[in-house]
């Protein structure tokens, strides 16, 4: 597709269940990010990917987060015994390359707000 | 701590004047700085980038950003506002290590008529 994808586009969830989100990146876009959006903030960085690796997971909460790009191109957000302060819009942003090219853009999705009741 | 600091949570201007949207960065580098706009319900969008090839950067739809050391600035200008520029705005840098951005708290603009 022309740009970033993300599905669903809104999910609604109760306290303790298990949640996915999905993220389809620009065609040829070997970076893929995931970010967090709280409610009247910016956004958090939760994890980057360079191809299928995990390069930087150091912004997810906790363990119950967890994300994986098996092939190197969707990308799926995971999120165990969900709470209601998961309570967010996710988004996802892609780049063309990551290590020392510092002038690339990353592009955002529309994001998915996830609601925990 | 790498952050960038945008100092009015909100602005609000008549169509046609000028907007400015302030930013403050905090390093001893220069780093990359961007702005990105979102509309309600619509995908961060970048508006323009610094990356030390010139101070002063041209963007998307009339806006522009000039980069000052001294002050360590980043404010985002526009000469005349219109209706459709009220969005959220955020003032963005890149981490030192793996291209993660780091967002400030974003300022919301009205414009009206």
């Known amino acids: 597709g022309a740009g970033v994808s993300q599905t669903p586009s809104n999910k609604v969830t109760e306290k303790g269940k298990y949640v996915e989100l999905r993220c389809d990146p620009i065609?040829?876009?070997?970076?893929l990010y995931w970010y967090r959006q709280s409610l009247g903030q910016g956004p958090e960085f939760l994890i980057y990917?360079?191809?299928?690796?995990?390069?930087?997971d150091s912004g997810l909460p906790n363990d119950r987060f967890f994300a994986v790009r098996p092939e190197g191109s969707v990308s799926t957000l995971k999120i165990q015994r969900t709470e209601r302060g998961d309570s967010a819009v996710y988004l996802c942003?892609?780049?063309?390359?990551?290590?020392?090219?510092?002038?690339?853009?990353?592009?955002f999705g529309p994001g998915t707000r996830l609601t925990v009741l | 701590a790498q952050s960038v600091t945008q100092l009015d949570s909100h602005v609000s201007v008549s169509e046609g004047t000028p907007v400015l949207l302030r930013c403050n960065y905090s390093?001893?580098?220069?780093?990359?700085l961007f702005w990105y706009v979102q509309h309600p319900n619509k995908g961060l969008q970048l508006l323009l980038k610094?990356?030390?090839?010139?101070?002063l950067v041209k963007g998307i739809n009339g806006f522009e950003a000039e980069f000052k050391k001294s002050e360590t600035s980043f404010h985002l200008t526009k000469p005349s506002a219109h209706m459709s520029d009220a969005a959220e705005y955020f003032c963005?840098?890149?981490?030192?290590?793996?291209?993660?951005?780091?967002f400030g708290a974003g300022t919301r603009l009205a414009v009206h008529p």
């Open positions: 942003a892609s780049s063309r390359t990551f290590w020392g090219d510092d002038t690339d853009t990353q592009y």
């Open positions: 990917f360079q191809g299928t690796g995990a390069a930087d």
């Open positions: 390093s001893s580098y220069s780093p990359s």
């Open positions: 610094y990356t030390s090839a010139a101070t």
């Open positions: 065609s040829g876009h070997t970076a």
């Open positions: 963005v840098r890149l981490s030192g290590g793996y291209n993660k951005l780091i």
